[in-house]
């Protein structure tokens, strides 16, 4: 099970950390993204760590904003968002799974998802 927390409200150019912590599971040997879902869109790809190796990537909107990490005494990944806009406002979910690197944007390979949390940034 996945919970992630963290979310909020801040103002445009401020920051928040979200986290993703497991329980009963570790993260070995899995990748763990995140997502995001705004009011009326999809949800889509924001970042994504493999646990073994530390591949990172990002969505091209978030790059030099965003930066995703992990902590293994804590079992967990955090998003550190700084100069958040009013567009990052959305519902965050943290997800995990055994992805082929090739697929960590996709969210159909992810087994396992979070609750979300939610991020609303004001203007």
């Known amino acids: 099970q996945l919970q992630a927390s963290g979310g909020g409200l801040v103002q445009a150019g401020g920051s928040l950390r979200l986290s993703c912590a497991a329980s009963g599971r570790s993260f070995s040997n899995y990748a763990v993204g995140w997502f995001r879902q705004a009011p009326g869109k999809e949800r889509e790809f924001v970042a994504a760590?493999?646990?073994?190796?530390?591949?990172?990537a990002y969505a091209d909107s978030v790059k030099g904003r965003f930066t995703i990490s992990r902590d293994y005494a804590k079992n967990a990944v955090y998003l550190q968002m700084d100069s958040l806009k009013p567009e990052d406002t959305a519902i965050y979910y943290c997800?995990?799974?055994?992805?082929?690197?090739?697929?960590?944007?996709?969210?159909?390979?992810?087994?396992?998802w979070g609750q979300g949390t939610l991020v609303t940034v004001s203007s």
């Open positions: 997800a995990a799974g055994r992805v082929i690197w090739g697929l960590i944007r996709t969210q159909g390979p992810y087994d396992y």
């Open positions: 760590i493999r646990w073994s190796g530390g591949n990172i």
